[in-house]
């Protein structure tokens, strides 16, 4: 397990609110990825960060806002949600196998997030 | 054609039951392949991962077959607690992860 925590576990916010999402870890994973998700939907990719640097943007709306401030640390800022984005949003880091060019993505506990 | 496609579902089976899931995948490319469970309102957990030909964990089997593009979940002697969906995932080299739409299993009392 890569000891991934999620803050906060949940939070509603109203449209006109700025917040933001956190998430850490702390076993030295260079990849971390953001993903929403739906109810009875698989996760959707919004954001990659690979080595610090944000490596995909998967057409995500300006209102979502990641940041990587270190290598342990990943926040989403949030600005002028829409009822629509309520969702759980994932962050994963991605833990390389030693000797392979395999990878394994493992899920923080998530933030689930109502937007009113 | 969707990239990852996953038996509908839901399943329903008694407990002590054996059930398969299937998932086919259309990318030829793809190098890993693994199963996750998702319970209600929860992360999802990786429950295996496959490689090669595939991976045996307890009451869990995967197996994979590149010629005809799926790879295949086996659960035998259901218990109550593996109610859940489960989640399969394809990683094709130098690429994202690709999830396919899960399959939902309720175990039966």
């Known amino acids: 397990d890569t000891e991934v925590t999620q803050t906060p576990k949940h939070l509603v916010m109203g449209m006109t609110n700025k917040k933001s999402l956190k998430c850490e870890q702390h076993?030295?994973?260079?990849?971390m990825y953001w993903y929403k998700q739906k109810a009875k939907k698989p996760p959707e990719l919004m954001f990659v960060y690979s080595y610090e640097k944000l490596s995909i943007n998967e057409s995500v709306p300006s209102r979502f806002s990641p940041e990587c401030p270190n290598s342990s640390l990943l926040n989403l800022h949030l600005h002028a949600l829409q009822p629509e984005d309520s969702a759980l949003y994932l962050c994963a880091p991605i833990m390389i196998l030693l000797g392979s060019s395999y990878n394994e993505q493992f899920f923080g506990p998530g933030t689930r997030l109502t937007v009113l | 054609r969707k990239e990852v496609e996953q038996d509908p579902g839901p399943f329903n089976v008694p407990e002590g039951a054996t059930v398969a899931f299937n998932c086919t995948y259309s990318n030829s490319a793809s190098q890993s392949f693994f199963w996750y469970r998702q319970d209600c309102r929860k992360e999802p957990k990786l429950l295996m991962s496959v490689y090669s030909s595939g991976n045996e964990d307890g009451r869990f089997t995967a197996q994979l077959n590149r010629a005809s593009q799926y790879i295949s979940l086996l659960i035998r002697d259901s218990k109550l607690s593996d109610s859940a969906t489960y989640l399969c995932?394809?990683?094709?080299?130098?690429?994202?992860?690709?999830f396919g739409p899960g399959t939902r299993l309720s175990v039966l009392p």
């Open positions: 995932v394809v990683n094709p080299y130098g690429q994202n992860f690709v």
């Open positions: 076993m030295g994973h260079r990849a």
